[in-house]
């Protein structure tokens, strides 16, 4: 996401128009026009290729150091920041530039852009729609009849879905809750190789007894792996 604003300010009595870029996704400032006599001769005239910043690519001879850590190292020459990178068998990559001064850190990129990925990647399934799924069932369905519902709803979860089980009474079955409890327990476990239970039975308007299942994505990922290998 790109946004930018203009900035008017006084240096030495002169007013200096300013227009700053930020990157917001990747956290790096870069500034685009002339701020003062300082930075201008910090800066070369390369320009940055790609969404960071990083080692030779780095426009700036003084740069404010940070360690693989966080901690602080401090201001040093690009060159002088390279070679300490180099001692961590790292990148330097530009972070952000605050007050003027551009804030190096020294990390694994590779890994950074990894774990960045990831990262997106979760947040992306997270907010994936949800479609909800039912299936019925009664407190006296045969083996066969299960074991095929238990299958369709392995189908919806495995589509993404979070699937609704319902076991419904009538008549004299309501004096027989404990009969849905057990037909639920025998559901879940044909299906629990790849589902969680996301929310407990309940009974609903002494009719329905209703358990929530959906995906369970690290005893799907366990299940891939096996059959991989």
Known sequence: MLGCYNKEFVVFG???????LFIK??????NNQKIGDDLNNNQTNRKPKSEHVINNAIPYKKVFVLGPSGEKIGVLTKEEALEKASE???DLVLIAIEN???IVRILDYGK???DKKKRQ?????KQA????REIRLTPLIGDHDLKTKANKTREFILDGNRVKVSVKFRGRERARIELGEEILKKFFALIEDVAKISKEATLVNDRFLDMYVEKDKRKVDTLTNKKDN
């Open 112 to 114: 950074f852009k990894y």
């Open 129 to 132: 729609v949800t479609v909800n």
């Open 121 to 125: 990647k979760e947040v992306k399934e």
């Open 100 to 102: 003027n001064k551009p």
């Open 14 to 20: 002169k007013w200096i128009n300013t227009t700053f």
């Open 25 to 30: 996704e990747g956290g790096v400032i870069i």
């Open 88 to 90: 961590y068998n790292m």
